[in-house]
Nanobody
Framework: QVQLVESGGGLVQAGGSLRLSCAAS????????MGWFRQAPGKEREFVAA????????VYGDSVKGRFTISRDNAKNTEYLQMSSLKPEDTAVYYC????????????????????WGQGTQVTVSS
């Protein structure tokens, strides 16, 4: 059974940093593109970042460019989202996702392209 489990969310002041992790299990994810999305109350799901199977290509949403960094460790079946210079508008539930089509490039930005999702982790940024 495929499972994605996020961790690392929490409450942080504006300007602070957090690192989210997403541990994958149940299948080999080393050939899968991985992504992060977020959803704030009353808003649509928003693309945050995506990374290719090798880690060689990364894509970011405009609102997080220059502040967030996505990475992955295929040996650990884990992806990460390093978030810096956090703003109150970054407050949302953050979800990791996996596109299980092998060697997809570039990694997709559309949520409908992803096959598996984590349960989400809350990030709250206070002003």
């Amino acid at each position: 059974q495929v499972q994605l489990v996020e961790s690392g969310g929490g409450l942080v002041q504006a300007g602070g940093s957090l690192r989210l992790s997403c541990a994958a299990s149940g299948r080999t994810f080393s050939r899968a593109a991985m992504g992060w999305f977020r959803q704030a109350p009353g808003k649509e799901r928003e693309f945050v970042a995506a990374i290719s199977w090798s880690g060689g290509t990364t894509v970011y949403g405009d609102s997080v460019k220059g502040r967030f960094t996505i990475s992955r460790d295929n040996a650990k079946n884990t992806e990460y989202l390093q978030m810096s210079s956090l703003k109150p508008e970054d407050t949302a539930v953050y979800y990791c996702a996996a596109d299980m089509s092998d060697y997809v490039h570039p990694p997709p930005t559309a949520w409908a392209k992803y096959d598996y999702w984590g349960q989400g982790t809350q990030v709250t940024v206070s002003s």
